[in-house]
């Protein structure tokens, strides 16, 4: 059963702190989203790559946050340095190039920065 | 103006009620639709693409109108388990040229005995 890993699946560190989200797509699958999911925003979309290359990342605070694909099979996030306000579910989802393809989204990290 | 616009919500109903959610998008270049559910502290899920001439799954039946740049979901017999929240999703070339896929803000979803 394919599915997107996504570790770990809870963090809390303090504020100041670095911290790497990690992702792992689905086989097969050229295009990965991080998506981040709070209360107040729903879910917003902070990057987005396809063959591994980062293609819109405008949603993403670039002081401090980061995403990368060393290769097919990982996908990172990265924030330097966390701060209170970076507290949310973290999901990365993968699909096909295709433009009409659904989305598979792993269970998400929970991060407490504090 | 948000990209993917739902029905606030929540929405409170009994067992055995037929609810219905709308969404409006502003991209008219949108290529596909979907339907998401997300359960509380969960990933979103697909629970159904939304086809042009509109499509059925047993109790949910989606329908697109591309003119009006409109997607709906109809649940029929409502269940206690369809307790959830639904997200709008369109995929498709949004500002910078992009293939994105966009999530509404979720209509939240209560079936109650």
């Known amino acids: 059963d394919a599915r997107v890993t996504q570790t770990p699946r809870d963090k809390v560190t303090e504020m100041g702190q670095e911290v790497t989200m990690r992702c792992q797509p689905i086989?097969?699958?050229?295009?990965v989203f991080w998506y981040r999911q709070t209360m107040m925003q729903g879910l917003e979309l902070l990057a987005y790559?396809?063959?591994?290359?980062?293609?819109?990342d405008s949603g993403m605070p670039k002081d401090r946050f980061s995403a990368e694909m060393p290769d097919a099979t990982l996908a990172t996030l990265k924030i330097q340095p966390s701060e209170p306000r970076d507290s949310a579910v973290y999901f990365c989802a993968s699909a096909q190039s295709a433009p009409t393809g659904e989305a598979f989204f792993g269970q998400g990290t929970r991060l407490t920065v504090v | 103006r948000k990209e993917v616009e739902q029905d606030p919500g929540p929405f409170n109903v009994p067992e055995g009620a037929t609810v219905a959610f709308n969404c409006t998008y502003s991209?008219?270049?949108?290529?596909?639709f979907f339907w998401y559910r997300q359960d509380c502290r969960k990933e979103p899920k697909l629970l159904m693409s939304?086809?042009?001439s509109g499509n059925e799954d047993g109790r949910f039946t989606a329908q697109l109108n591309r003119a009006s740049q409109y997607i709906s979901l109809l649940i029929r017999d409502s269940k206690l388990s369809d307790s959830a929240t639904y997200l709008c999703?369109?995929?498709?070339?949004?500002?910078?040229?992009?293939?994105?896929?966009?999530f509404g803000a979720g209509t939240r979803l209560a079936v109650h005995p």
């Open positions: 790559f396809r063959n591994r290359a980062p293609l819109d």
């Open positions: 939304v086809y042009s």
């Open positions: 991209n008219s270049a949108s290529q596909s």
């Open positions: 086989l097969g699958h050229n295009t």
């Open positions: 999703v369109v995929r498709g070339m949004f500002s910078g040229g992009y293939n994105k896929l966009i």
